[in-house]
């Protein structure tokens, strides 16, 4: 998530201050004090430059050279002007003369640890990573005052998934919520120019899918599974009573009605649900040119689910929610602008959706909106939620 929404969504100058002491402290015994101050009032010579556009915080005595693959992806759009402003952009803004005109801000570490010198720093929806150029590795830690859910769920189902396409775990430790993994480097699905490289990196991608799949599948009733779902919403609602405002839950409530009853006309068939990736999207399918090695990352919403979970993540984009009602009432749709065989992904699955099917998908995907509710901040505030929510509202009012 781009630090520019996570201003937004949330006091994360707090939690980021709170999150990075607590790990000099772990890390290096540092007993200090984090600034997040405005570049005007900067008084130290190290200190930490923060670009909100570029999404990066690193030191100002770094060698420009590893951020070469964070300004690789910046630098790209279909649009050639956008594609030209924005490789000037990010030429200007980490070059030496002109960053403090370019950065937002920047962090002051009091005492300077002269081991971050080679560091660089992403935030994220639920953690922090903090690429160690030295060692080559990266590590990923909680944010001060979340869930550990998320972070958890993905130690849990990478530390057992061994596949070329997921990143190696050096190290971790669940009671400490964080993990240590090896540092990769390419561009996102999204990013990449060759259809030829799009059409591995995404054949890679399925092929560790597919093994997931093949080792995790079950057969249950509809019915059954339908029971599980509902009794998961029924616990959301209760975890999450701080949360609630009457007309959320109001939405909540009548969306799920909805949807159960959508999903019970299709009877009491069998269905198949195996371990899903969670967030099967292209900006989560990595690819580098250099090494010709594809890499699937972000396994956080990782869970049992429906098998064609991540089909319907993918091919209706519903990571993106704006516009997914007009998605949704096209069955069987395919990511149109992704430039690959449809066929090959529907057939992966060997799933015909119907409307009913459709609806259990959105019914998961629903319930994985919902345990975003576990960020600390005003659920008002979560725009992400409230388009998604509207989306499904305006489709069910045709359904």
Not at 289 to 312: F, H, M, N, Q, V
């Amino acid at each position: 998530m781009k630090l520019q929404t996570l201003l937004l969504r949330e006091d994360f100058i707090k939690i980021f201050k709170k999150t990075f002491e607590e790990y000099l402290l772990n890390n290096f015994g540092w007993e200090g004090e984090v600034n997040w101050i405005p570049k005007s009032e900067r008084t130290k010579r190290n200190f930490f430059w923060l670009n909100q556009r570029l999404n990066l915080i690193y030191p100002n005595n770094l060698n420009r050279y590893f951020l070469d693959p964070f300004k690789k992806e910046f630098v790209y759009h279909k649009n050639p002007i956008r594609h030209l402003l924005q490789n000037l952009y990010v030429k200007l803004a980490t070059y030496f003369t002109f960053e403090s005109f370019f950065s937002t801000a920047v962090i002051e570490i009091e005492p300077w640890v002269k081991e971050i010198e080679n560091f660089c720093i992403i935030p994220g929806n639920h953690s922090i990573r903090i690429i160690n150029f030295r060692t080559n590795s990266c590590d990923v830690i909680l944010k001060k005052g979340f869930n550990p859910k998320f972070i958890d769920n993905e130690i849990k189902i990478r530390s057992k998934i061994i596949h070329p396409s997921v990143p190696k775990l050096i190290d971790y430790d669940i009671k400490k919520s964080y993990f240590t993994e090896e540092k990769i480097g390419g561009l996102p699905l999204n990013r990449l120019g060759s259809q030829k490289q799009r059409s591995l990196a995404f054949g890679d991608s399925l092929d560790c899918l597919s093994k997931l799949y093949s080792k995790t599948r079950n057969t249950v009733d509809l019915q059954e599974w339908l029971f599980v779902l509902i009794d998961k919403l029924s616990s959301l609602e209760s975890d999450l009573c701080d949360h609630k405002s009457g007309e959320l839950w109001s939405d909540i409530s009548n969306i799920s009605s909805k949807l159960k009853s959508i999903i019970e006309k299709n009877g009491n068939v069998e269905i198949t649900t195996t371990i899903t990736h969670g967030d099967f999207q292209p900006a989560n399918i990595i690819y580098n040119k250099r090494s010709a090695k594809t890499y699937l990352i972000d396994w956080e919403y990782s869970g049992r689910r429906y098998e064609p979970y991540d089909y319907y993540v993918f091919c209706y984009q519903t990571r993106f929610p704006r516009g997914l009602a007009k998605r949704l009432k096209k069955i069987n749709i395919y990511f149109e602008n992704f430039n690959t065989s449809s066929l090959s992904f529907r057939n992966f699955i060997d799933t015909n959706l119907n409307k009913s099917m459709l609806a259990l998908l959105l019914f998961e995907d629903f319930l994985v909106r919902l345990e975003e509710l576990y960020v600390p901040t005003d659920a008002d505030k979560n725009l992400g939620l409230m388009i998604f929510i509207n989306e499904v509202k305006h489709y069910l009012t045709y359904e």
